[in-house]
């Protein structure tokens, strides 16, 4: 059996054109467009790749982008007074500071100093409380991303056996939730599981997310499971000096086990910014009533 491929680039493409068909209808009742700040702090390339697509993606469905880049040396003090501007800005209808961020910056102060209602990332404690008890949150977008794609691939959730590995609070344990809140039995393994390849077999629903390369093998897969590998790590390639990107799955074997499976590139990973604008239009209608 070879596993059906899981589209997530075309996906989030359609994502995104419903979300960019969505934005006039806010624009003529509000007399404004949705506004997304992203910040920047340091050097970071791989940040700088994403900061930038963020914007270009923001620009495209028709929003505002707001990008604010700082020097490495910008203190905790300093991201703290900018995130309470951009608190108190009216036309900043969401703000992501993008991690990691430099050492002596505590990224749990600057979350927390990030108005709740502003907090596209779903990373304040707010939102993330507001899951866990099943109240309307902003959620974080890599796992909404994933549960998207599983929900268009597998229809209702009820009663499958879901395993998640990796307990992030940016990924594993939001997806936990939102997978408890499908009414899936769900197991959240992580470095630590004794048998971890025990707990992904009886799972109809692996979702990887442990940023460890190709750890995951298709041997351990029930045979026709749904797989959505979120991990993406650069490893060296056969030609000297290249390299390229790899899953948390290894995919040439899990693809003869699994029923689906997303490719990485091309999985995961574009469903992050996609979920992005949705949550930024989202949140630009919740504040705007
Ligand atoms: N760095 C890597 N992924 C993310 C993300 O989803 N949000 C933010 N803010 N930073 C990240």
Excluded at 46 to 72: C, I, N, W
Excluded at 113 to 140: Q, S
Aim: proline fraction near 6%; glycine fraction near 10%.
């Amino acid at each position: 059996m070879s596993a059906d491929i899981i589209d997530g680039k075309a996906f989030a493409e359609g994502l995104r054109a419903r979300i960019a068909e969505a934005v006039p209808t806010f624009v003529s009742a509000k007399g404004r467009k949705p506004g997304l700040a992203v910040v920047l702090v340091g050097e970071d390339p791989a940040s700088q790749v994403y900061v930038r697509s963020k914007g270009k993606a923001t620009v495209a469905a028709g929003m505002e982008s707001f990008e604010h880049k700082l020097p490495d040396t910008t203190t905790q003090e300093e991201l703290i007074a900018l995130v309470e501007r951009l608190n108190a800005d009216e036309c900043v209808d969401g703000i992501l500071v993008q991690l990691p961020l430099p050492k002596g910056v505590d990224d749990k102060a600057v979350i927390a100093a990030i108005d709740p209602a502003k907090d596209v990332d779903g990373f304040h404690i707010a939102n993330a409380g507001k899951l866990a008890v099943g109240e309307e949150a902003l959620v974080p977008c890599t796992p909404l991303g994933c549960l998207m794609l599983l929900k268009d691939r597998l229809g209702d959730l009820s009663g499958l056996d879901a395993v998640v590995v990796g307990r992030s609070n940016i990924v594993g344990k939001p997806m936990a939730q939102l997978l408890l809140q499908e009414n899936c039995t769900v197991t959240v393994a992580h470095s630590r599981t004794r048998d971890l390849p025990g707990a992904v077999r009886r799972a109809d629903i692996v979702v990887a997310a442990v940023g460890r390369p190709e750890m995951i093998r298709g041997d351990w897969l029930k045979p026709g499971a749904t797989v959505i590998d979120v991990g993406i790590n650069r490893i060296p390639a056969k030609e000297a000096g290249k390299t390229r990107l790899v899953g948390d799955v290894e995919f040439a074997s899990a693809r003869d086990v699994a029923g689906a499976i997303t490719p990485v590139p091309g999985g995961v990973g574009p469903m992050t910014i996609a979920v992005l604008l949705r949550n930024t239009l989202v949140a630009a209608h919740a504040r705007a009533g």
